[in-house]
């Protein structure tokens, strides 16, 4: 009897709890995606569609002599009228976002919100206090520390406080539920995936976020976003330079780790093969403004014995202000090639000894994913002696003071072919 | 009324009481750590064959039979979890990379070389050894070998066990420390 009254409380507090409706809502970003209904906006978002991307964080399955096959991730995007990224993704790809949540991605998001099960769960970055100076967004843009439960206050009714801008709020059964989900289920019955959740990147993200950046996107991130606005009349001439931007330095690198002299795996019983390494991170932007300051002096007039102190502009100075902008890496891939005079040679000269010698796999390609790229693959087969070359190409995301930026590094390194001359 | 007690007989019960109190906690601990397993007898298990068989089927598809067929020789050892599972995630990647590799694949083999754990679910996680015999588009034959790990289920109905899925590498590397990427 006793059991059966914990079991029954047990129940009664779980079917209470599991309808959790969390936020941590961010004022005018939300209100471009979803109504105080809670009905999704879809026709004043720009639909990118289903987007694909292989990603390192996603599940691997080795097939034997084939290779590696990794499960892509698997997104709908969309994009808002002021240019921020909206990703769904499939309830797979979400799973494993979650659980590599600096590498997916999903810690960058500026903002998350959806259902988790039977709850929903709205967050974003606790620094972030609106979007309607995109300057100070950006510039609170660095890493999102709140993603998570929140240390929640009831809302009364969410979607509106979502709206209204209040953060770590959540409900119980929110009127518009109904409304969010139906409207959740439009592209899930479309696409034939189940989508849950959603996840909002600001304009200067979309370089990192799998859809790449629309050409609104693109626009608004090349215009500076801090430029005085334009005045008819001629302003006096400024004491103080001007604004300068002083773009991130890109480091990548593309080269063989290991091992020091590598063998051609035909010729190797341990098939060895090599070790690579790619790497690609950018450092922020610095945008360096200045204010002008008035000098005051104290300035005193007696008339008929009156003295009147005042203070008076002497001159001016000027006051540096700096703005980190934080970019990714938005694209990259790695790549081995065999040089063209070993393909030459293996074909014109080595074929003359070994009359069987082909090119077997003269070309490898290599992904990754991040804000920081890197990729690693270890044991890469190589069967083709010569010099390689190990490339990472790729582009930056760009910030709302500077364009994408594209980026090239290699690195070389030889793979040994043991030849044995008999003389006679 | 009086007992009297030497010290030689107090200094026993004292080894005695001590001795049963350090085999008690070794036991609470051999039990809460499932160390007893080990020295009980390992069941032969019986019924392998339709799971075995599924990874076999996984890993060496006939390629002119087309997907749908492929799924359905796989799902014919699988769980209806499972199968579901396969077609939603990831037998489509998988399908395509078989086809890119432009490979034939004419002999598999799966065995099973270890049932390594239970999970709570009473799933299984089998250690296997596969076999893929393969001709490459320039004709050569080539045998490759793969040991992996696959989460399996008895099924009652039936009596034998079917394949749930074939553990990620991701899985694998954190689960039981090998990495798959050094087996190619």
């Not at chain 1, 450092?283 to 002096?297: F, Q």
Request: with cysteine; hydrophobic share 40%.
């Amino acid at each position: 009897m006793k059991r059966n009254a914990i079991l029954i409380a047990l129940m009664f507090l779980i079917l209470t709890l599991l309808p959790a409706h969390q936020a941590l809502a961010q004022a005018s970003a939300w209100s471009e995606v979803v109504d105080s209904n809670g009905n999704i906006l879809y026709s004043q978002m720009t639909d990118q569609g289903v987007v694909t991307q292989a990603a390192a964080w996603m599940p691997n399955i080795t097939l034997p002599g084939v290779g590696t096959v990794s499960v892509p991730a698997e997104y709908h995007s969309y994009v808002t009228q002021s240019g921020n990224t909206v990703l769904m993704p499939t309830a797979t790809t979400l799973f494993f976002m979650a659980a590599n949540a600096n590498q997916s991605g999903f810690s960058a998001a500026a903002s998350t919100m959806g259902t988790s099960g039977l709850s929903m769960v709205n967050s974003n970055n606790g620094n972030v206090v609106g979007i309607a100076s995109l300057g100070a967004f950006f510039g609170a843009l660095v890493g999102n520390q709140n993603i998570g439960l929140p240390s929640a206050t009831t809302a009364t009714n969410f979607f509106n406080q979502v709206l209204a801008g209040q953060s770590n709020i959540w409900s119980l059964a929110p009127g518009g539920l109904m409304n969010f989900l139906s409207s959740l289920a439009t592209p899930s019955l479309q696409d034939g995936n189940l989508y849950t959740y959603m996840l909002l990147y600001a304009p200067g993200q979309c370089g990192s976020t799998p859809a790449g950046c629309s050409a609104e996107q693109l626009a608004l991130i090349v215009t500076p976003t801090l430029t005085p606005p334009v005045s008819t009349e001629t302003p006096p001439p400024s004491p103080c330079p001007g604004a300068s931007v002083q773009l991130g330095a890109i480091s990548a690198s593309a080269q063989q780790t290991a091992p020091a002299y590598p063998l051609v795996v035909g010729q190797d019983p341990d098939k060895r093969g090599v070790d690579v390494e790619f790497s690609a991170s950018v450092a922020p932007t610095i945008y360096t403004y200045y204010v002008e300051v008035p000098l005051y002096d104290q300035e005193t007039k007696c008339v008929n014995g009156v003295c009147k102190s005042q203070q008076v502009v002497v001159g001016h100075t000027c006051e540096a202000h700096t703005i980190s902008y934080p970019e990714c890496i938005a694209s990259a891939s790695g790549s081995l090639a065999l040089s063209k005079a070993s393909r030459d040679w293996i074909l014109n000269e080595l074929s003359i000894r070994y009359p069987e010698a082909y090119l077997h796999h003269p070309n490898f390609s290599f992904g990754g994913s991040g804000c920081a790229f890197s990729a690693s693959e270890d044991h890469v087969q190589v069967a083709d002696p010569g010099n390689w070359s190990a490339h990472i190409g790729g582009s930056t995301s760009g910030t709302p003071v500077s364009g994408p930026r594209s980026f090239s590094r290699a690195s070389a390194f030889s793979v040994w072919l043991k030849e044995i001359v008999i003389v006679k | 009324m009086n007992i009297t007690l030497s010290q030689k007989k107090i200094t026993k019960i004292i080894l005695a009481v001590a001795l049963i109190l350090a085999l008690g906690a070794g036991a609470y601990n051999a039990w809460t750590n499932n160390l007893f397993e080990r020295f009980l007898p390992k069941q032969e298990l019986s019924g392998t064959e339709p799971a075995l068989k599924a990874v076999a089927d996984f890993y060496a598809p006939n390629l002119d039979g087309g997907y749908e067929a492929w799924l359905t020789q796989v799902c014919g050892g699988m769980s209806a979890d499972g199968c579901g599972l396969l077609r939603a995630m990831y037998g489509d990647v998988v399908w395509k990379t078989f086809e890119a590799s432009g490979a034939k694949f004419v002999q598999s083999q799966a065995l099973m070389i270890e049932d390594v754990e239970t999970l709570k679910n009473d799933h299984h996680i089998w250690k296997l050894d596969v076999t893929v015999v393969s001709v490459n588009p320039q004709d050569e034959q080539k045998t490759n070998q793969l040991q992996t790990y696959a989460q399996v289920s008895f099924d009652k109905a039936s009596g034998t066990w079917l394949l749930e899925r074939i553990l990620f590498d991701q899985e694998i590397k954190e689960r039981y420390g090998v990495d798959m990427g050094a087996q190619q």
